[in-house]
């Protein structure tokens, strides 16, 4: 199958916009002047050295007349939805501002308005493109990743194969198709989706060809995939997923998914940013940044604990932090999981290898956007930190080994992506050749493809260096390739 090329999430719009960087103008920069109140200054490599490490307080009461607002905040209004009433109501409920954490949760998963939970948001009519979307090689190539792990393994008779966020499922049918051929790797599978949205439930039910449930009648917990003949099962979190078989986990583009904290370093020292309601001069209600005037719990607990991981060197150079505590914990399940029952995770996303600083963003219809701009109907995404990650993974389980990152081109290239472009391109029609090699420069290339000769504003862009991957894998089974 080949797909229609279009703009890859995130990528296409960081190379073309001049105005968009790892520190994009969303998130603006500076504080008001210090207060005398306030904390002194501290280096961040101090931060939480001279605090005890509490439990989070149940309720996180903050005095607003302490809070002060970064002055360059300026929004486009957020408009009267549901979302925006619930957002606001949650914030006058508290009492005080919400973390950047519970904005993007909410504006991403809420049950009746989050962003992914009514409808489709991938392709040329929905908001961004991803990697499995742009050409079925991607599906292809980790479906042979999965089978060198499935036969370092020892090829088990039975595995889980599970699949965090599969979108539209695409990738999850080009790799079933992709590997149909190798009956014992097909008939060991059980198939897990994770899936928050019943929306995209339906979708990926469709995509992998599902039989019809008991009597003709949709059963969204368990079917058969015709694809592959393997059972599937639905879960909205891997808690859900049962334990005690060999596992192989995929996680594409999921972990920019989840809700990160974020903090700020100013005269006054760190401070966790937070999400207030703002009063516009005709009374309509905006939502703006504000800093927390104490250290709030994240700062106490998450942030101290990602700057433990990281050097004086690397925490010198930044004023902004990020820190995602729903990819701690994911990486502890998956890491845990791994080092009982077998097997490995791959995970491939947009981030670094290192301490991530102001990386949120929003994207509706294939462009930025504000993130207070119309909540829930605009994607948040932020980057990857991979050594977090690493280091969570570590600390989860003495079984488990982490490989990598490496780029998202030499993982492509060195399981044979080339080989597969040019055998599929020995059978095609023109039309289809082109499709294939701008999906090809898309999934491993560098910037703006070079041999493009079409419309300048769908020049392929490619991801090959600003998506990694990760392998998590139980020390048993030696070194994953390409890991080697
Ligand atoms: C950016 S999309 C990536 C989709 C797919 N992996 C791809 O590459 O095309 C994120 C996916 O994760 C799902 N998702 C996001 N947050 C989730 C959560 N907290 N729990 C379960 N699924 C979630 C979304 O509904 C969507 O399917």
């Not at 368990?222 to 879960?235: C, E, F, K, V």
């Not at 700057?307 to 998956?334: F, G, N, Q, R, Y």
Request: net charge negative; hydrophobic share 35%.
């Amino acid at each position: 199958m080949l797909r229609r090329w279009l703009s890859p999430r995130f990528c296409i719009n960081v190379l073309r916009s001049p105005s968009v960087s790892l520190n994009p103008p969303l998130v603006r920069r500076g504080i008001c002047s210090s207060s005398e109140t306030l904390d002194p200054p501290r280096p961040l490599e101090e931060v939480g050295e001279d605090l005890e490490v509490h439990e989070p307080a149940a309720k996180l009461s903050i005095d607003r007349s302490g809070l002060y607002n970064p002055p360059e905040h300026s929004h486009e209004r957020a408009l009267g939805t549901e979302l925006v009433k619930h957002l606001r109501d949650i914030i006058k409920f508290r009492g005080g501002p919400i973390s950047v954490a519970e904005y993007m949760e909410e504006v991403l998963t809420n049950p009746k308005t989050g962003f992914y939970m009514n409808r489709d948001v991938f392709g040329a009519q929905g908001d961004f493109i991803t990697s499995p979307e742009v050409s079925q090689m991607f599906g292809e190539i980790i479906g042979v990743w999965c089978m060198c792990l499935w036969e370092q393994m020892g090829q088990p008779e039975k595995v889980n194969l599970v699949e965090l966020g599969p979108g539209r499922g695409t990738l999850m049918a080009d790799l079933l198709r992709g590997t149909s051929k190798f009956e014992k790797f097909i008939k060991s599978l059980d198939i897990h989706l994770v899936e928050c949205s019943p929306t995209l439930q339906k979708v990926q039910y469709s995509a992998l060809k599902c039989a019809e449930g008991i009597n003709g009648v949709y059963d969204d917990k368990r079917t058969i995939s015709q694809l592959a003949g393997a059972p599937i099962y639905w879960h909205t979190t891997l808690d859900q997923v049962p334990s005690g078989l060999p596992t192989i986990i995929i996680a594409h583009e999921f972990y920019d998914a989840l809700p990160v904290h974020q903090f700020q370093k100013g005269s006054r020292g760190w401070s966790e940013k937070m999400i207030d309601i703002a009063e516009a001069e005709d009374s309509a209600q905006r939502f703006q940044f504000v800093l927390s005037p104490i250290p709030t719990p994240a700062t106490l607990l998450y942030l101290k604990k990602r700057c433990m991981w990281a050097s004086k060197e690397e925490l010198a150079k930044l004023d902004h932090i990020e820190v995602c505590p729903k990819a701690m914990e994911l990486t502890h399940a998956i890491a845990k999981r791994i080092g009982s029952d077998g097997g490995g995770a791959l995970i491939i996303d947009y981030g670094l290898n290192g301490v991530v600083s102001d990386s949120l963003q929003a994207i509706r219809k294939h462009k930025f956007v504000d993130i207070f701009d119309d909540p829930g109907s605009a994607d948040l995404s932020a980057y990857v930190d991979f050594a977090c990650i690493r280091h969570s993974a570590e600390e989860a389980s003495e079984d488990v080994s982490v490989h990598g990152p490496m780029t998202q081109s030499q993982f492509l290239g060195l399981l044979g992506i080339n080989f597969r472009v040019e055998s599929l391109l020995q059978n095609c029609t023109d039309e289809q050749a082109e499709s294939l090699r701008s999906g090809y420069w898309q999934l491993v290339g560098d910037g703006e493809a070079p041999f493009w000769e079409g419309p300048d504003d769908q020049t392929p862009i490619g991801m090959g260096t600003r998506y990694l991957a990760t392998a998590i894998v139980n020390k048993k089974q030696g070194i994953p390739v390409p890991f080697q």
